[in-house]
Every structure is written in structure tokens, then in C-alpha cells.
């Protein structure tokens, strides 16, 4: 799905090298191997404790305006992690494995994701198999019982088998489908928005499993609170550009819809004559007529978005036949997503729902695709970084080694300007992908800015697939998604203590763009909205650059009638001479240009994240400064009060890069490539820095391993300033102790 598009949009090739010169410098820093025991011992850093088990015990998970609230009326925010494929199938003492590791590190949901046509039973794609499922009923049985909530993204393109085939309109067409992600081969996806008889194995196989009982709880899983949510489909919809070529190999499909869109044309005009002097005989092809029922309406994000972006180039209407074509996509989609929740509803189900989490190109088919979403339930986004040769391997080559901090709300937190009024958001797949040497930054932006001052409502990160922390810098299993990695996880106890008290706070609706669904029909959307998407990573843009996003709130609207989105002032918050963007509610700052740093000053955390080399960063009563080109330093409220004047015990957690031993990477010009890979132990950089801390009480620092358990080494402390010395010291994990 790889796009080019003319786009307002961030100059990353002019902000590449920023970041490249900053290279380790193996003579003066001995590199550290990561060697934790992977212990569920709590220590300092664990968070079972905080997890309300067990989970269900507010009720349902609904949406209440754009919050998540328990029937009880208590609020909730996810801060959680996928497992995937066939994990949600392993035996009961791994099971217990992943439950206590995650456990530990305050995971509180997980999504389960494309899991279901590993279970397939009796060569029918509704049903699963019993033995599989009892193994899932364990696992969910044991997360609930820990307080994690659990959802099921189940459904990633619907495999049929032998025994659905005689409800099918077609299906050797559907069996026999390729497409360029083999794991798709053989599904209904993408034509699953406008076939009644592929929607119905979808919503049979949801609802069979929604009746199912767990007898590890006595419960359906329609009856059942600690099923957070459903999603209808994972990454999929009707204006997604694959379809054209499913729709080449499946005649049957294409004939249908070419006939649903002749009489949604038949409605709407009512004649050929009317017809052909609304889209312009030049628009549709000889063959097509009304009468014979086979106009085509060209479902395809990139065509749609393309016209978009020339008409408002060229300052014109959008052509007529584009319009209806989006349109009649979008009413399908609708109707597809409608008919699926009457169904899942019927059963009880009383949680959020979810239709789907992906992209329709930029502009007016975007929006539609959001308002589709919109209509059934809570928003879901997903979004990637970095990378490099190896795609979803990692392997020798070009690295993209840009990091997130050089151009603010550039990367991952762009998806955010898909935050709609009166909607939950979740981002439900997220990463920055190694080889990119700057990931440690991505989950401290997402928890500050994205759950906080942005209020999202829950995020998941992509993936774990182990009941520990990998031994190398890439996922032993999942390639460059790596949610088990230091640099990923290894910051969980800081970041979800973050959350959880709701350290930083939410910030104001600055301004809404507003959205009046009938107007899209004649072209006007109020606003621009570019979208650039790769594979799995997007950027956006438009009337609402992404940098707002570091000041404030600036959701979609849908209105009750048209009006303009003009583009705002925020030079009280934007000082783009000093080139930084600081929040409305005063908590955070992103220097970017020269200085490519965030801080955070709030009173339960404190803490810089980026390139901050000598820089003296003060904020309130502590002072941090590091002599590394790139780290993270996050000191945080070990308890659940959220108040570093008040408590006894602050945690603070520093990294920066991560290697495999032999790792090389080579850089020349604005280039960036991995050379070799390396192979275990996986080795830290480590982090020196200079923390002065005004405190009225004396206080001690203890250095915790890396299961975050003191040790019997403490750090020399002199008028209440203390150095963190990681190439001593050896940890990422520091415990200040007040006397």
C-alpha cells in the first residue's frame, strides 16, 4: 500500500542528520549486558499491586462521552500490550508466565490479536476448536484474575474452509485469493465490507464465540466484564486500495458489487439520462450502464485520494463520480458495521465495540472511514517508526535512524489527529522498530503525550511474545516488534505508575475541526487532511499541523452543519524562535531544531526524554543533566499518592541505546545501515547523569538490579546531589529513599 503524495508535511531528509552524528563512543563507555532474571518478585519497581483484581469488578467497559467508564462509574485507562497468533493457545504454565510478567510491569489489558484461524474446527472457519479454546478460557480466567482486562482483535481477514462453501456465493473465488501479505491468501478481507455472506462467518464466528461458557469462570463471554472490547476487524475496510485486486480474482464479488452500486445510482438518479449528465458520459465506460447493472465504483483509497489532492491543487470541485463512489462505499461500510453490532448486542455484550483500525487515503474518504468507526464505537488506530532494510525482519541495510524528537507530534503521535468529540481513542498497535537506535524514546511519548496531555484511553503496544525480556535488541520471535525489549518494557514501571494517577494532565480542546457528514457528499470538507502512508506507518497533516498536537486538544467534530476549520494562532504556546512548543497546562515542553528534547514537570514524574548532552534542565526542586547525546531519565513517585515532595520513595529509571554484542552500524552523509546484527547478550548504553534534588529531608540512593530489587550498592549523595553512573553502577534502575 505504498503511497507518494504531494503533502504539507515534516522535512525528515533535512532532519536526518540531526541525528546521526550522535555515535557511541565504545572507548570512553563500557557498554553494559542486560542479564535480568526475569523474577516475578515485585521489588521496587512491580506493579501487581496496582492492578484492580480481579478485573470485571466495576462491570462492563463502555464509553461514556470520550471516556472509558465502568458500569459502576469508576473511569479506566489501558495501558496494555497484543499477543498474537498462537499464543493465546500455549499451555497452562506458560500461560502463567505471561500473566505474572506482564503483571509485574502494570500491564493492566491485553489485546488479543489475529488468533482465530489457528482454531479453526471441523474445516468451518465459525467455529473453534474445544481443546484450543479451553486454553484461551485459561488464559483470559488468569488475567482476569490478575485485574487485566482482556479484547479480541480476532478476526485479521477471515480464512474460509471446506464446510463454509455451500454458504457462500463463491467460494473457490474467495479460497483461492492471493494477495501481496500471504497471510491474507484465502480470506474474505477487504471484500468482506460488502458481501452479506462473508459478513455472516465473521459475526457467526463472533457470536459462537460470545455464547461460548469459560469454565474457569462460570461465565459467557457475552456476561463476561473483563472482555473489554471487540473489534470487528483488524486493519481493513471498503476503501482499502487491496481490494481492486481481490476483486480481479473474484467475479462473483465484483458483479455483486457493481450491482449494489447500480441501484444505489438507480436511487439517486433515477435514470441513465440523469445519470450520464451528472458524472459526464467521459467518466463512465461504454460498457457500464445502469441497466446491466455492472458500474464499478472503483474502490481504492489511492484513487479517491489523488482526486482530492489535484482538486484542491487546482482549486475545484471534486468530480461528481468520485463523490458518489465514496459515498456508496461509505454506506456500505455502514451498513456492514451496523449489521455487526445488532448481532454482537442480541448476545448481551455490553462492552466497547470497535469496527476497525486502518487508514482510506487522505481527505474526504479518511473522514468517511472515521465516521464509519465513529458510529459503532470507540476510535482505534494503529501506527509504526523506524526501521529499516529488513521490513518486518531486521537485517543488514539502510536503517531509517531518524529519531521522533526532531520534528514534534512527527512520528507515532500523528495518528492522534484522529481523536474524535464524544469517542474513546485507543491505539491499539504501536512501535518504533529497530534497527533505529532512538526507540527508548517512543513509549515515554506515548504515555506523556499521548495518554496524558492528549487523554487517549488506552494504548497497546505490538508485541509480546515472550514471558520475559528478549536477549537481543529485536524480538526473538516477531522480528522488529519488540515490546519485551529495556528500552520498551524496561520503562513500563515509571511510565503506567504515570498513567494510572494521571500524572499529566489532560489538555484543553484548543479547537475542533468540524464535520458535517451530508456536505462530504458535494465535496466540502471544511478543512484539509493529508495522509502519507509506507506499510504500517502513516503521517498526517493539514489546516491542523501534527506540532499542535504538543499544545493541546484539536479533535474531529461531527456537526450539525457545514463551516471552515481556519488555521489558528498558537504563538503563545508555539515559540518557534527558540524552536519549542510548550503545553497549555505548563507540564511539558518539546525543544526540537538544535535541541531535540522533551521534559516533563509534573508532581508525580519528572524527567527529560532526548537529546539533552550538558544541557541543565530544571524542573521544580530537581535539576537533571546528562553527558549523553540521547537519553531518558524519568524520576517518579514510587507510590500511588503521585507527589515527589511528599513520598518516601522515588524511582528513577535511565536509559538510552541498546546493541546486540557485535552490532555495528556505519554512517556516512545522511545515511544510516546496519552492518551486522550481533547476536546475545544484549548490551545498554550507559547513562551518567548529574541529579540535584531541593529536598528538605536527607535522603539516600540504593541501586536496584535489573529486576528492580535493591542491591547493597548506594550512590555517594552530597548536598542533595547524587550522579548516576551507568557504566559503574550497571542498572537503569535507581531507588531515592528520604530518611
Not at 507518494?4 to 546521526?20: A, D, G, N, P
Not at 512527527?410 to 492522534?416: D, E, I, K, N, V
Not at 506523556?448 to 514471558?467: E, H, K, N, R, V
Request: aromatic fraction near 12%.
Amino acid at each position: 500500500m505504498k503511497q507518494k503524495r504531494w503533502l504539507f508535511i515534516f522535512s525528515f531528509s533535512l532532519l536526518v542528520t540531526q541525528v546521526l552524528a550522535q555515535q557511541p563512543d565504545a572507548n570512553r563507555l563500557r557498554w553494559f549486558p542486560f542479564t535480568p532474571a526475569n523474577t516475578v518478585e515485585s521489588g521496587v519497581i512491580g506493579m501487581q499491586s496496582w492492578l484492580d483484581a480481579p478485573a470485571g469488578r466495576h462491570g462492563f467497559v463502555q464509553m461514556e462521552g470520550d471516556k472509558l467508564v465502568f458500569e459502576d462509574g469508576k473511569t479506566v485507562k489501558f495501558w496494555g500490550t497484543n499477543i498474537c497468533s498462537q499464543l493465546p493457545f500455549i499451555d497452562g504454565e506458560r500461560v502463567d508466565s505471561f500473566v505474572n510478567f506482564v503483571a509485574k510491569y502494570g500491564v493492566n489489558a491485553v489485546r488479543f490479536h489475529k488468533f482465530s484461524w489457528y482454531a479453526y474446527h471441523n474445516n468451518r472457519s465459525t467455529e473453534l476448536d474445544p481443546k484450543k479454546f479451553k486454553r484461551f478460557d485459561y488464559f483470559q480466567a488468569q488475567l482476569r484474575s490478575k485485574g487485566i482486562y482482556y479484547g479480541w482483535s480476532h478476526i485479521y481477514g477471515h480464512r474460509v474452509l471446506s464446510q463454509d462453501s455451500s454458504r457462500l456465493l463463491a467460494y473457490s473465488e474467495i479460497k483461492n485469493l492471493t494477495y501481496p501479505w500471504s497471510h491474507l491468501n484465502g480470506s474474505t478481507s477487504s471484500l468482506v465490507n460488502f458481501a452479506p455472506d462473508l459478513q455472516q462467518l465473521s459475526i457467526d464466528l463472533t457470536v459462537n464465540m460470545l455464547n461460548h461458557v469459560n469454565p474457569y469462570t462460570g461465565l459467557r463471554y457475552a456476561d463476561d466484564p473483563a472482555l473489554a472490547f471487540i473489534e470487528f476487524q483488524n486493519e481493513d475496510n471498503i476503501f482499502w486500495s487491496a481490494i481492486g485486486q481481490s476483486l480481479k480474482q473474484a467475479p462473483t464479488y465484483r458483479k455483486l458489487l457493481c450491482s449494489q452500486f447500480s441501484q444505489w445510482l438507480k436511487n439517486k438518479y433515477g435514470s441513465q439520462e440523469k445519470f450520464e449528465t451528472a458524472w459526464g458520459k467521459d467518466h463512465i465506460p461504454a460498457e457500464e450502464t445502469l441497466q446491466h447493472r455492472n458500474i464499478f465504483p472503483d474502490p481504492n483509497h489511492n484513487l479517491f485520494s489523488v482526486e482530492y489532492e489535484t482538486a484542491m491543487k487546482e482549486g475545484r470541485q471534486m468530480a461528481t463520480h468520485v463523490l458518489d463512489k465514496m459515498r456508496f462505499l461509505y454506506e456500505k461500510q455502514v451498513e456492514f458495521y451496523k449489521k455487526f453490532e445488532a448481532a454482537v448486542r442480541a448476545t448481551g455484550y455490553k462492552g466497547v465495540l470497535v469496527g476497525s483500525c486502518w487508514q482510506a487515503g487522505s481527505g474526504i474518504s479518511h473522514v468517511y472511514n472515521l465516521h464509519a468507526d465513529y458510529q459503532v464505537g470507540m476510535i482505534d488506530r494503529h501506527n509504526y517508526f523506524g526501521g529499516g532494510a529488513g521490513g518486518h525482519r531486521i537485517q543488514e541495510g539502510e536503517v531509517k535512524n531518524v529519531s521522533q524528537l526532531s520534528q514534534p507530534v512527527s512520528g507515532l503521535l500523528s495518528a492522534g489527529l484522529q481523536d474524535v468529540i464524544n469517542r474513546p481513542f485507543s491505539f491499539s498497535e504501536w512501535m518504533s522498530l529497530v534497527p533505529n537506535e532512538w526507540t527508548a524514546e517512543a513509549a515515554p511519548l506515548i504515555a506523556i503525550y499521548g495518554m496524558g496531555l492528549q487523554g487517549w484511553d488506552a494504548s497497546f503496544s505490538f508485541a509480546t511474545d515472550m514471558p520475559r525480556f528478549s536477549t537481543v535488541l529485536q524480538s526473538e520471535a516477531h522480528g522488529v516488534y519488540n515490546a519485551t525489549s529495556p528500552l520498551h518494557m524496561g520503562l513500563y514501571p515509571a511510565l503506567a505508575r504515570m498513567v494510572y494517577r494521571g500524572d499529566v494532565r489532560e489538555g484543553p480542546v484548543m479547537a475542533t475541526r468540524k464535520v458535517h457528514v451530508p456536505s462530504m457528499a458535494e465535496g466540502k470538507l471544511g478543512f484539509t487532511e493529508w495522509v502519507e502512508q509506507g506499510y504500517d506507518d502513516k503521517r498526517f497533516s493539514g489546516t491542523i499541523p501534527p506540532e499542535m498536537l504538543a499544545i493541546g486538544r484539536f479533535p474531529i467534530q461531527f456537526a450539525n452543519e457545514f463551516s471552515t476549520t481556519e488555521p489558528i494562532d498558537m504563538s503563545d504556546y508555539w515559540h518557534r524562535n527558540s524552536q519549542a512548543i510548550t503545553s497549555a497546562t505548563g507540564e511539558l515542553q518539546w525543544n526540537y531544531g538544535t535541541k531535540k528534547y522533551v521534559t516533563i514537570n509534573t508532581s508525580g514524574t519528572k524527567g527529560v526524554v532526548g537529546f539533552a548532552k550538558n544541557e541543565s534542565v530544571t524542573l521544580d526542586d530537581w535539576q537533571v543533566r546528562t553527558e549523553n547525546p540521547f537519553a531518558i531519565v524519568l524520576i517518579t513517585d514510587v507510590s500511588h499518592q503521585g507527589n515527589l515532595q511528599r513520598t518516601d520513595s522515588i524511582l528513577v529509571t535511565t536509559v538510552a541505546r541498546a546493541r546486540n554484542t557485535g552490532m555495528e552500524y556505519t554512517y556516512a552523509n545522511d545515511s544510516t545501515a546496519l552492518k551486522s546484527i550481533g547476536e546475545a547478550q544484549l548490551l545498554l548504553e550507559p547513562v551518567k547523569a548529574t541529579i540535584t534534588a531541593n529536598q528538605k529531608k536527607d535522603f539516600e540512593v540504593i541501586v536496584l538490579d535489573h529486576d528492580g530489587r535493591p542491591t547493597s550498592s548506594k550512590v555517594p549523595v552530597k548536598e542533595g546531589q547524587f550522579q548516576l553512573d551507568g557504566e559503574k553502577y550497571q542498572t537503569m534502575y535507581y531507588l531515592v529513599v528520604r530518611k
